[in-house]
């Protein structure tokens, strides 16, 4: 069993609990983790969280208040730029609480800005090579793969911007854009 450093256990004798301080001193209340009920994970463009679909029906079967989610997304996000994917992690409890940890874009969303190629297709989003590996769509240089690892690097499981440079650089090749 692990233990929480000036903590006791609660009246339960099993779930570590860490006492409420008073200005009296300890009252001998108990301050209970929350019950987690799950998480999910959404992408959002930036500063546009709306109640319509996908945010809110995904939020709101699960008892989430949409316009309390909807008010924080958009003011955490309101200094990235406008509409740019924002993979959002929400950790929901059974109080009806909520925590998020928004990650930033993805990095085919900074190689596709980078690389200035023009929205095609159904939806009007740019996109990679139809054949990546054997055609090439784009390129980019290693100025501004260096630029976009550093964006990234605290999402991305590297030590240093030279780990970072080389996994930004194999979602290029699989896009079909070249590094040059």
Same mark, same amino acid.
């Given at each position: ?22 200005? =009296? ?30 945010? =809110? ?25 406008? =509409? ?48 990546? =590996? ?38 290029a090749k699989s896009m079909g854009i070249e590094v040059k």
């Amino acid at each position: 069993m692990w233990e929480v450093p000036g903590a006791r256990a609660g009246p339960d004798h099993g779930n570590i609990s860490a006492p409420v301080a008073t200005v =009296g001193g300890w009252k001998g209340e108990w301050l209970m983790a929350k019950k987690l009920a799950g998480t999910m994970k959404l992408q959002i463009p930036a500063g546009q969280a709306n109640p319509s679909p996908p945010v =809110g029906p995904a939020l709101g079967q699960r008892g989430i208040n949409i316009m309390e989610f909807c008010k924080a997304f958009n003011a955490k996000t309101q200094e990235m730029e406008q =509409g740019a994917p924002c993979p959002t992690i929400i950790t929901y409890y059974q109080d009806k609480s909520f925590t998020m940890d928004i990650k930033t874009p993805p990095a085919s969303f900074y190689l596709k800005k980078a690389a200035g190629l023009k929205p095609v297709g159904k939806r009007n989003r740019p996109r990679g090579a139809e054949n990546p =590996g054997r055609e090439t769509v784009a390129t980019v240089t290693a100025k501004q793969v260096r630029e976009i690892a550093e964006a990234k690097m605290k999402d991305l499981s590297a030590h240093s911007v030279e780990e970072a440079m080389k996994i930004i650089v194999g979602s290029a090749k699989s896009m079909g854009i070249e590094v040059k």
